[in-house]
C-alpha cells in the first residue's frame, strides 16, 4: 500500500478469503496511490440452519422478498454490515466500500478526489455504479470531473460506493445483529440524501461470481410470478409491494418524463470474464 496510514480516507474492498478472486482484487488496488484494506466476507455456504438462524432473520427476508435469502446474499449483507462497522470504528469522517469484483476505471484516483466537497452539498451517499436507478431529471449536478443526480427511487447494486458517518449509522442500524434485509439496499435511497454518477467509476468482473447464478435463477418466469400472488393472495403488503415493483417496472418507466424522472443504467459495462 503506496500511502501511509494518516491518509484521511480508505477504501474498504470485501473480499472472500481463499478465492481466485482476492488475488485479482488485490492486484487492481494495490496499483492505486489510494489507502485501502480488505474487509473479510462472511462465506455461510454449508452453515447449518440454526447457525443461519443466529445471523440471519429468514422470515423478515421472506416478507419482503417472497422468497428465502440465498447464502451468497446473507454472506454479502453481512460484509457490508462489517464494513460500515469498521469504518465507524476510525475516525474517518467518509469512505469508500467497494466488492473484489469493482474494476475501478482510469480515471477513479482523480474522481475520489472530488469527494471532498460532496458533504457541503447535503450528499451522503455516492453510488459509483448501479445497474438500473431513478433519479430527479432536474438534479443533475457537474462537478467537473463527474456529473450525478439525486435518487428518486429504489437502486440495485452496492459494487461500489462512497459513503459518510452519517449515512453508515442510519445503514447500520437498518441491519440489527440479525439481518432482515439485503445489502442492496437495507433502507430506501430517497431518506439517505444518496446521489449516482452518470457514468460508472467501476465496472464489474463477474468471473467467478458467486451470488450473480443464484440470481439468475430468480428471475424464472413462472417461479418468480407464482411468489409474487402468493404475496397478494396472503396479502402480504411489504413482499407484495417488493414484487409488484419488478413486475411493473419496464412498464412504469414509460412514463418516467412525464413524472420529471429519468433513468441511469450503467450495467451494460459489466466485464463478463
Not at 484521511?8 to 481466485?20: A, C, F, H, K, Q
Not at 440452519?49 to 443466529?54: D, G, K, V
Amino acid at each position: 500500500m503506496a500511502v501511509p496510514l494518516s491518509a484521511p480516507m480508505w477504501l474498504r474492498v470485501i473480499s472472500m478469503t481463499g478465492l481466485p478472486r482476492r488475488a485479482r482484487a488485490q492486484s487492481r488496488f494495490n496499483a492505486l496511490g489510494t489507502p485501502w484494506k480488505f474487509i473479510d466476507g462472511v462465506d455461510v455456504r454449508g452453515w447449518p440452519p440454526e447457525a443461519l438462524a443466529q445471523v440471519c432473520d429468514q422470515e423478515a427476508i421472506a416478507r419482503r422478498l417472497g422468497r428465502l435469502a440465498y447464502a451468497g446474499e446473507i454472506g454479502c449483507a453481512l460484509a457490508h454490515r462489517q464494513a460500515l462497522a469498521d469504518f465507524l470504528a476510525s475516525d474517518e469522517p467518509s469512505t469508500v466500500i467497494l466488492e473484489e469484483d469493482a474494476v475501478p476505471g482510469p480515471a477513479f484516483e482523480n474522481q475520489l478526489r472530488s469527494l471532498a466537497t460532496l458533504p457541503d452539498r447535503g450528499i451522503d451517499i455516492l453510488l459509483m455504479y448501479t445497474g438500473c436507478t431513478v433519479v430527479h431529471a432536474g438534479s443533475s449536478l457537474d462537478l467537473g470531473t463527474f456529473t450525478l443526480s439525486r435518487c428518486a427511487g429504489r437502486a440495485d447494486h452496492n459494487l461500489a460506493y462512497w459513503v459518510t458517518r452519517k449515512a453508515a449509522q442510519q445503514l447500520l442500524a437498518a441491519q440489527p445483529p440479525r439481518i432482515c434485509a439485503l445489502a442492496d439496499w437495507p433502507l430506501p435511497l430517497t431518506t439517505l440524501n444518496a446521489h449516482v454518477t452518470h457514468e460508472p467509476w467501476v465496472t464489474h468482473d463477474r468471473q467467478d461470481s458467486v451470488i450473480d447464478p443464484m440470481r439468475q435463477r430468480r428471475w424464472l418466469g413462472f417461479r418468480f410470478t407464482w411468489r409474487c400472488l402468493k404475496q397478494c393472495l396472503a396479502w402480504n403488503t411489504v413482499g407484495m409491494r417488493y414484487h409488484l415493483h419488478d413486475l411493473a417496472w419496464t412498464r412504469l418507466l414509460k412514463w418516467r418524463g412525464m413524472l420529471g424522472l429519468r433513468v441511469i443504467s450503467q450495467s451494460q459495462c459489466d466485464v463478463k470474464g
